[in-house]
């Protein structure tokens, strides 16, 4: 019998970031989901997901969105929070030209 056959695949962390965006996507409207538009998934290890943002200023903006801390949890934090688990800590890299 073949042991790989009852192991579960793990997602990349590009898989786990598009699919964080699809959940955001439906639960928020157009307006607010482009914030995210040019954010992506520079790698996930463990507890820490690097996110690649285009402008330092999306850093400030991007650390109240998900901001885990808030008593509020807003829908950015919770979906983070389903996809990535409740010990999710967040890094970003602003790629130069």
């Known amino acids: 019998m073949d042991t790989n056959d009852s192991e579960e695949r ?4 590009r898989e786990l970031w598009n699919k964080c965006k699809k959940l955001l996507q439906q639960r928020l ?3 607010k ?9 520079r790698s996930f290890d463990n507890t820490v997901l690097t996110l690649a943002i285009k402008d330092f200023r999306m850093v400030e903006k991007l650390e ?4 885990m ?6 829908i950015y934090a919770v979906t983070l929070r389903e ?7 967040l890094m ?3 790629e130069t030209v």
């Open 69 to 74: 801390r808030r008593k509020d949890r807003g």
């Open 92 to 94: 970003y890299e602003v």
């Open 10 to 13: 793990i997602p990349t962390h």
């Open 64 to 67: 109240k969105l998900f901001d």
């Open 83 to 89: 996809v990535y688990g409740d010990d999710l800590k």
């Open 29 to 31: 409207d157009e307006r």
């Open 33 to 41: 989901y482009q914030t995210l538009k040019d954010v992506e998934s």
